[in-house]
């Protein structure tokens, strides 16, 4: 498997990307982050996983075994690779499944979605590269009805979508009995648009109260108060 020359390192773990894996953005360190996630519990569910940034995130934020599962094997491969130099080793496993397909072993408390970015949407030319960008307009409905997701009662659901992807999201959701528990709508800079939206969703839990748009960057180019705090404890280079 090729490898990409640079390795992009956290605080506590790095990434190796390799050839033909949807390479490591901001959308991800935005999830792993704001994923309001407990210490203690039963298994976190990454769909997508591609690198396992998401996965190992959510491993260094808490105590619970992480489940990575994507359904192309260039991804599961890159993910396995960057397991074996992981310090929480040990509780995270990746395996090359679609969630409609999956069969979770582990009771699943919290799932990290970080769907494709373009639905009904052509593709271009590299197949793995496809299937982390492109989906169809089904794939709402398919990924929150299907047997691993519902398949606890009090399963919290957390996701970040391109805002152009909220409505049918949004009519996927309510149609399937779900509720918006925590929304947070982000810009790329202070004086730009809404271009992403983090969404937890359950069944039995309570809305909180809708916040104001915050944004990643400061016109000057910096990471904002907003996403330093939030992501200080995995950048190396938290405060620029």
């Known amino acids: 498997m090729k490898r990409f020359n640079s390795i992009f390192r956290f605080k ?4 190796q990307q390799t050839e033909g894996v949807f390479r490591l953005g901001t959308d991800a360190v935005l999830l792993g982050s704001w994923a309001s996630l407990q210490t203690n519990g039963n298994a976190i569910l990454d769909v997508g996983t591609g690198t396992g940034i998401v996965g190992f995130m959510a491993a260094q934020r808490t105590e619970r075994h992480v489940i990575g599962i994507d359904v192309a094997p260039d991804a599961i491969r890159c993910a396995n690779l960057n397991r074996d130099s992981n310090p929480w ?3 995270i496993s990746f395996h090359c499944s679609s969630v409609e397909s999956f069969e979770p072993e582990l009771k699943l408390d919290d799932i990290l979605m970080n769907p494709p970015y373009f639905l009904n949407h052509t593709p271009k030319a590299t197949p793995t590269l496809n299937v982390a960008r492109h989906g169809d307009a089904d794939l709402p409905q398919r990924w929150l009805n299907s047997p691993a997701v519902v398949s606890n009662p009090d399963v919290q659901i957390h996701l970040i979508l391109p805002t152009a992807s909220f409505p049918l999201w949004q009519r996927t ?3 399937l009995g779900w509720t918006l528990i925590r929304h947070q709508g982000v810009q790329g800079r202070r004086d730009g648009t809404v271009i992403r939206q983090l969404i937890c969703l359950g069944k039995n839990g309570l809305a909180e109260p809708e916040t104001e748009p915050r944004h990643v960057y400061e016109i000057d180019g910096t990471r904002s ?3 330093q705090s939030l992501t200080e404890a995995f950048y ?3 405060d620029k």
């Open 89 to 91: 080793r040990q509780r």
């Open 236 to 238: 190396l280079d938290a």
């Open 225 to 227: 108060a907003w996403y």
């Open 12 to 15: 506590q773990f790095h990434i």
């Open 173 to 175: 959701w309510e149609q």
